[in-house]
């Protein structure tokens, strides 16, 4: 959107990133106000939510003559059929003509599939204006810390770069924080590691599909600091086991339906191998043969029948410090 031109009654914005979504929301409204939209009403919604004060806050008059910007964030995604509905009968209403009367801002996560098919979707990604914010990998955010810093004069080598990346992984908004604490504690120009390490907190945090990327990739030392993690969250055992096997199984699968004559491309179609899943299995395939995968698998019964209370020949006690062993088996293992 250019920054003077009349902005559309309608704007999407998608992002799996919290922090980028509120800065895209930021962004928008500043531009609205100043072209008359301070009135702002924000609405968090849910499949089992009231829709009416929406309508209302559309339709009301304001006393000074300030026009409504009207935000609704769908945390989920999934605005139930009721809202589904609401959504649509919006969308008819506003349309895509540029903004006179009232503005309607949408927040979303980055929708699936399953939401893309529905008519509420459909009709608002056809009238609103689409903005999608960038997610930060764990590659690329080194890179975004350094372009953060710049924006307030100031830089780090790249071994601080790296060290502060570690200890804000999987928490962008908090990793933000302490950019902005960087720059209230020192000087614009060049900080040195050893004060970034002083000012930084460990604010890292991960979920299980951080840790099927690093068991994928064969990241060891970022697989056991994942693991650790997630056991200080207090994250379920038996969620930690499937996001380290998942793909194993689905590898597992595949090698036996090729062995039992299927062809290979429509074994990956009938086990649904799509996208990342794809990638996944196909990167394993290249590392483990059928009797590493098989192993493996054992290993990981093994540990559910430990978190089940039961005894295994041959294995630690502590289901966390077997899940580790597991986690460096896959990471480090190599075709034979």
Not at 127 to 154: E, K, M, N, T
Not at 211 to 236: F, M, P, Y
Not at 288 to 309: C, P, Y
């Amino acid at each position: 959107m250019k920054q003077n031109a009349p902005l559309p009654a309608l704007i999407l914005i998608e992002g799996a990133e919290t922090l980028m979504v509120l800065e895209a929301a930021d962004a928008v409204r500043a531009q609205a106000r100043e072209q008359g939209f301070v009135e702002r009403h924000a609405f968090v919604m849910d499949a089992r939510s009231d829709w009416q004060p929406v309508f209302n806050n559309m339709n009301a008059n304001s006393l000074f003559g300030d026009k409504p910007l009207i935000e609704i964030t769908l945390p989920t995604g999934k605005p139930g059929r009721i809202g589904g509905q609401a959504i649509e009968s919006i969308v008819k209403t506003i349309g895509s003509a540029p903004a006179h009367d009232v503005m309607i801002v949408f927040k979303l996560p980055v929708s699936d599939r399953q939401t893309q098919n529905t008519a509420w979707y459909k009709a608002l990604r056809a009238q609103a204006h689409f903005v999608a914010c960038p997610s930060i990998g764990r590659r690329q955010l080194p890179d975004w810390i350094a372009q953060r810093l710049g924006q307030q004069q100031q830089n780090i080598d790249a071994e601080g770069l790296a060290w502060m990346a570690e200890h804000v992984e999987g928490n962008l908004l908090a990793a933000h924080q302490e950019i902005l604490k960087l720059g209230l504690l020192y000087p614009e120009g060049h900080i040195d590691t050893a004060a970034v390490q002083n000012a930084v907190m460990n604010v890292t945090r991960f979920d299980i599909n951080d840790l099927r990327e690093a068991t994928v990739q064969g990241d060891s030392a970022r697989l056991l600091r994942i693991l650790n993690g997630l056991k200080a969250e207090g994250q379920a055992l038996p969620l930690v086991v499937w996001a380290l096997t998942d793909d194993l199984i689905q590898l597992d699968a595949l090698l036996q339906s090729v062995e039992n004559g299927t062809p290979r491309d429509q074994a990956v179609r009938n086990l649904r191998l799509f996208g990342i899943r794809q990638q996944n299995v196909f990167t394993l395939e290249r590392r483990l043969n059928a009797q590493q995968v098989s192993r493996l698998l054992e290993h990981a019964h093994e540990i559910d029948r430990l978190i089940k209370g039961f005894a295994t020949h041959g294995r630690l006690n502590d289901a966390w410090a077997e899940l580790e062993r597991l986690g460096l088996r896959i990471s480090q293992s190599r075709k034979r």
